[in-house]
């Protein structure tokens, strides 16, 4: 139990002096006041949830969700707890805890918070900060699931994401560029989860951070040109 509690500090101590990357998604800001400002595409921010924790054996883990099947967007697949920025939020790291206390009934009072990684973009033109924290404690969660939001939860090993031993990837096209989309395959008991997409993409990303080391595959994320006008374009297929 001391050497878990010596080895989640110094993860803690770690990941607090890492800096992502200036936003490729945040807009000029010379432009922010002007006229023109009002014709630009101006994204909605998102963040999620990045919870790491060490189980029994000392292997760090990340919670991740399968969103309800009856949901209108991304129904059934597997997601990081997370959502939409609201006004009364005070950051990203508000946000992600806010959804993940909604979506599963994480006390923020349990997560320590360390850093947000790079931004992405989802299929949606949303913004997401992927906000990473350390739950110290994994017997004090008792998940409470909700039903409407999530119609499970359960856990997989962070180097998972590093590794080309579960993961299938196809080629595809966006606002004209070409990107790889990952998946990783997951089977627990009966079950087979299948990560992949956006959530996947900031899995490797954010076990690349932790680790230290790049995935063992060819990652090729690219970051997509917001549109200059405030027509949305069309979602990632």
Not at 106 to 132: A, I, W, Y
Not at 167 to 183: D, I, K, N
Request: overall charge negative; charged content about 25%; proline content about 7%.
């Amino acid at each position: 139990m001391e050497k878990e509690r010596t080895s989640i500090e110094a993860l803690i101590r770690r990941l607090r002096l890492h800096q992502a990357p200036p936003s490729p998604y945040s807009g000029d800001p010379s432009t922010a006041a002007t006229p023109a400002a009002a014709n630009l595409f101006q994204p909605r921010r998102a963040a999620v949830l990045v919870c790491l924790f060490h189980d029994a054996a000392g292997e760090l883990r990340v919670l991740l969700t399968k969103r309800a099947s009856s949901l209108s967007t991304h129904s059934g697949e597997v997601a990081l707890p997370g959502g939409k920025a609201e006004e009364g939020d005070a950051d990203d790291a508000a946000t992600a805890l806010r959804e993940a206390k909604e979506e599963i009934g994480l006390d923020p009072t349990l997560v320590t918070v360390v850093s947000s990684l790079e931004h992405f973009l989802s299929k949606h033109l949303l913004v997401v900060v992927p906000v990473v924290g350390i739950l110290s404690d994994i017997q004090a969660f008792k998940p409470v699931l909700n039903v409407d939001e999530v119609d499970d939860i359960f856990d997989v090993p962070l180097e998972m994401f590093l590794k080309d031993e579960r993961r299938r990837s196809e080629e595809r096209e966006w606002m004209g560029q070409a990107f790889t989309l990952h998946h990783f395959d997951y089977e627990k008991g009966d079950k087979t989860y299948v990560i992949w997409g956006l959530t996947a993409g900031i899995l490797i990303h954010a076990a690349s951070v932790v680790y230290q080391r790049p995935p063992d595959f060819a990652e090729r994320r690219v970051q997509f040109n917001l549109p200059k006008c405030s027509k949305e374009p069309s979602p990632m297929p």
